[in-house]
């Protein structure tokens, strides 16, 4: 266990000042970017001093200006906020892909075509409609289409219907005309006043990522942009900033090592036991797993809705003010994988930091608190607090627990006897399959039937009855009286489906076989949690509203096909938890449910030692 001050925690200490550490937000997350080499990503003001300038050639490969009312709409309204942004509140579009042409101030637009046409439209609007004098330093040309930049001066409503093109910049004209109108009348602001407010966020709050890709055709780009369909990630523009800083020429070694170790511990966070040690997503939000570590470096929150937070942290890090070096950067993140993979690898920790994740405990959190403690016994010693204070039990309060007023707590109680189940299995290498648990989901199976009468349907009492008279067939009584009324019962069920069954018919007959096979003198705990097992919701599903031993053969037949039982609720029907002589396998007794219990919360079999007041 590392002992040092993880420098996953490094990068917080900047300064949280707006030229060290901006705030954006980000329009449009269906922005999608191919993984190719890229000069390193820049923030680019709009306009103002250090804005957006030059001609801009949109080449015949590109379709024309198709946005609609909502997504000018969109764009107004975000980078607007109600007029409530505050001098540090930046705002960042998507990311615009150009590369140079020859000519000062030429580029080829490659991505970002609808964005530039509308700030181009704003503007005019500012300048022609309310006399502001916005002074934007950038023009647009087409190859194919040259009477687009001459409309796009003009605007004439009576050419519009001339071609595709040019009515849909109309359209997106009178949609800003539209949204100043409503938006002046509804937060009853004087239309100049927004107009000069608009401007000001234009000027000094509002960025794009900027992208100048190197030696690579713009056609290709543009097709892989386009029709790769490679979502653009925070760790991919991370990887970019790393290989693009410090790492010159000179140092070719140190990015194809950069790139080796990127690669491992990518392939290592896409295996499934890894991943669902370290995350309750099912990894769809990640499809770079690297990720996950750069969130964790960044502190992203789970709610954070800026897509690019992690990129912007690290692009701050590393060209803000105080200045982080690639290299160091890099160190931290393999140094911090090292950490989740040694845990990952230790048997105990493995499986207590497992179940903490899993129910709701912050990876985060874990991380700092294996900072605070310097060893790895006195982490160890943290960990079962950490335990001990998510449970927050007593012995007597797992006793009361019930299926109507505690079902979560019920869930993670169970979960975490089987979790401590299987790490105390000795001389054995099975470890609790996390990765399987997180693919299903997961509900309280009563052992004991509740109540067969639920069931409505013909169909559902002939397969119940069927049921009971398969259990029945191969239970045994010593009492002759009881072994009488099982023979009897087994025949009426037989006289019962084969002929048409009715509700009152088969309510007679249920209360019969589970009377059979229900313990004697059922009390009313029938939904504490020692008669309670975890099931995935489809087997439980399966087992309805059947007897025991119905319900025994059934979980015994899943197992055998394959199907993920978690351990403790495998030993209930087995009634592993009962001494070999004193078994009934056919029905869950009082004797059984004690014994389930005692179980549960001893220390040497169950969660005991997790339990307020044990230690």
Known sequence: MKTGRLAVWLLEDLPDSSSCRPRFSVLADSYELTRTALRSPRLQKVGGKGGIEGDFFIPAYQR????????????????????????????????????????????ELIDGQQRLTTLYLIYRYLNTEVGVESGHRFSLMYETRPASQDYLRSLDAERRNDNIDFYHMHEAYECIRGWFAETAARLGTPS??????????????????????????????????????????????????????????????????????????EQDLQQPEFWAFLSNSDGADYPTRIELLFDLMAKRRPDEKDRFFTFLHFKNAL???????????????????????????????????????????????????SELEK???????????????????????????????GSRKCENVLLLFNVETVRRLKHSTERYPFHAHKTEKWSLEH?????????????????????????????????????????????????????????????RLSRRVTALLSPEG??????????????????????????????????????RKGAFIPI????????????????????????????????????DRGIGQYLVGAQ
């Open 522 to 559: 059922d009390d009313d705990s029938i939904h504490g949690i020692a008669n309670l097992a975890l099931l995935s919701r489809p087997i439980n599903s399966s087992l309805g509203n059947r007897a025991f031993a119905v319900k025994r053969l059934k979980v015994v037949d899943h197992d």
């Open 192 to 265: 100049k006043l927004l107009a000069f407010k608009v401007l000001d966020y234009l000027e000094n709050l509002v960025y794009v990522i900027w992208y100048e890709p190197d030696n690579i055709d713009a056609t290709t780009l543009f097709i892989r942009l386009n029709v790769g369909r490679i979502p653009l990630t925070n760790a991919e523009l991370v990887k970019a900033l790393l290989l693009s800083k410090d790492l010159d020429a000179h140092n070719f070694q140190r990015r194809v090592e950069i790139g080796s170790q990127w690669d491992a511990i």
């Open 568 to 603: 403790c609720t495998r030993q209930v029907f087995l009634k592993y938890y009962v001494d070999a002589g004193s078994e009934q396998m056919h029905l869950w007794s009082r004797d059984d449910r004690q014994s389930y219990l005692e179980a549960l919360i001893s220390k």
């Open 64 to 107: 024309g200006y198709r946005w609609g009312g909502h997504e000018v709409e969109a764009l107004l309204s975000d980078i607007y906020a109600d007029g409530s942004r505050a001098p540090t509140d930046n705002y960042c579009l998507q990311p615009v892909v150009v590369k140079r042409r020859a000519g000062e101030g030429a580029y």
């Open 447 to 507: 052992i004991h039937a509740q109540n067969a009468e639920l069931l409505t349907t013909a169909e559902e009492w002939r397969h119940w009855l069927m049921d009971g008279k398969a259990a029945l067939e191969k239970v045994r009584f010593d009492d002759q009286g009881q072994d009488t009324e099982r023979k009897n019962v087994i025949s009426e069920v037989e006289k019962a489906l084969s002929a048409q069954l009715t509700e009152s018919r088969f309510t």
């Open 375 to 405: 060893t790895k016994s006195a982490f160890g010693r943290a960990v079962d607090q950490l335990i001990i204070c998510s449970v927050g039990l007593s012995s007597a309060d797992v006793m009361e627990l019930n299926y109507d007023t």
């Open 319 to 369: 060209d803000g003010r105080v200045k982080a070096n690639s290299s160091s950067v890099w160190a931290t993140i393999v140094q911090c994988y090292q950490v989740l993979r040694e845990w990952f690898e230790d048997r105990d920790l493995y499986h207590k930091l497992g179940y903490l994740i899993t129910t709701g405990t912050s990876l985060r959190q874990l991380l700092y608190l």
